[in-house]
């Protein structure tokens, strides 16, 4: 069994910027890709960004050029800088990773942290 703990969402106000991580342990052999995503009220849970083991990464058009997703590939860990935040990034955001525990590659979330972004 693997688990994703997240940390570090918050409120902040537009502008400001947070920092999120996502620790991912249990059995693991290895870790494909990992991402953020996230679901504000009402609407459908959607990419944040995509980063792979070897370190491409891939981002929604929405927040290119102020988030940056990086990785620690030692310690199974995943981040999400977020800077000149708006309001529109209001929502909760989840950790994805696939992970390889002995048999075939499996997605796992993790519980969701708040990010609020007031103006």
């Known amino acids: 069994q693997v688990q994703l703990v997240e940390s570090g969402g918050g409120l902040v106000q537009a502008g400001g910027s947070l920092r999120l991580s996502c620790a991912a342990s249990?059995?693991?052999?290895?870790?494909?890709?990992m991402g953020w995503y996230r679901q504000a009220p009402g609407k459908e849970r959607e990419l944040v960004a995509i980063?792979?083991?070897?370190?491409?990464?891939n981002y929604a058009d929405s927040v290119k050029g102020r988030f940056t997703i990086s990785r620690d590939n030692a310690k199974n860990t995943v981040y999400l800088q977020m800077n000149s935040l708006k309001p529109q990034d209001t929502a909760v955001y989840y950790c994805?990773?696939?992970?390889?525990?002995?048999?075939?590659?499996?997605?796992?979330w993790g519980q969701g942290t708040q990010v609020t972004v007031s103006s």
């Open positions: 249990g059995t693991i052999f290895s870790i494909n890709f």
């Open positions: 994805n990773a696939d992970v390889h525990s002995g048999g075939p590659f499996y997605d796992y």
């Open positions: 980063i792979t083991s070897g370190g491409r990464t």
